[in-house]
């Protein structure tokens, strides 16, 4: 079984200053992991993906994340947090190995706060 | 546009009504996937096709809901009986599945507020 925990439900951050959101997964095979961020009345926006290249990922927007084994943990960063940052994040994790496919596992999302 | 489309957008309903939402997913798409928003909380997975093979449904999904996709391109999820508790976002992604890639693009929902 597959899942996902967010470690905060809410970060605040000041504009320019790093921003780290925190996600933790439990995967019985080989994860695909994913980072989704959604903005107010918009749609979910992929923002990177590991599938078993590079343990560091880098996305949109300026993010990136590193996938840690030994850690089962995959955190997403951003050296300067912008204004237009603030929304609500999603880690998410996806059984890679099983061919006959199992769904994407939502966490229950981090809202990021950008101050000025 | 295309992306995944979702209609309605918005749809208020009478409790113990039934209601039916509509997904064009991604046209060379061959999974599509349903999921469940509730405030402040996470997508919750339903269900999902691949191709018009209904592969796997989460214990969310009781038997006053049911999907299809008949000819593996849209679909459409139907609530019978409407509780208030059906309250929620329901969101419909895509994805063309490949081994070890699974990258799915997501629609806007659509708000269903049961009265």
């Known amino acids: 079984a597959q899942s996902v925990t967010q470690l905060d439900s809410h970060v605040s951050v000041s504009e320019g200053t790093p921003v780290l959101l925190r996600c933790n997964y439990s995967?019985?095979?080989?994860?695909?992991l994913f980072w989704y961020v959604q903005h107010p009345n918009k749609g979910l926006q992929l923002l990177l993906k590991?599938?078993?290249?590079?343990?560091l990922v880098k996305g949109i927007n300026g993010f990136e994340a590193e996938f840690k084994k030994s850690e089962t943990s995959f955190h997403l960063t951003k050296p300067s947090a912008h204004m237009s940052d603030a929304a609500e994040y999603f880690c998410?994790?996806?059984?890679?190995?099983?061919?006959?496919?199992?769904?994407?596992?939502f966490g229950k999302g981090t809202t990021l706060s950008v101050s000025s | 546009d295309t992306g995944v489309s979702q209609n309605p957008r918005h749809k208020i309903t009478k409790r113990g009504q039934n209601v039916t939402f509509r997904c064009d997913p991604i046209?060379?798409?061959?999974?599509l996937y349903w999921y469940r928003q509730t405030l402040g909380q996470g997508p919750e997975f339903l269900t999902y096709?691949?191709?018009?093979?209904?592969?796997?449904k989460s214990r969310l999904l009781s038997d006053r809901f049911s999907a299809e996709r008949p000819k593996g391109s849209f679909s459409t999820l139907e609530i019978q009986r409407t509780e208030q508790g059906d309250s929620a976002m329901y969101l419909c992604?895509?994805?063309?599945?490949?081994?070890?890639?699974?990258?799915?693009?997501f629609g806007q929902g659509t708000r269903l507020t049961v009265v």
């Open positions: 046209s060379e798409h061959n999974r």
């Open positions: 995967s019985s095979y080989s994860p695909s």
């Open positions: 096709f691949q191709n018009e093979a209904q592969l796997e």
């Open positions: 590991y599938t078993s290249a590079a343990t």
């Open positions: 998410v994790v996806s059984d890679r190995e099983d061919q006959a496919g199992t769904a994407l596992i």
């Open positions: 992604a895509s994805s063309l599945f490949r081994s070890r890639e699974n990258e799915a693009f």
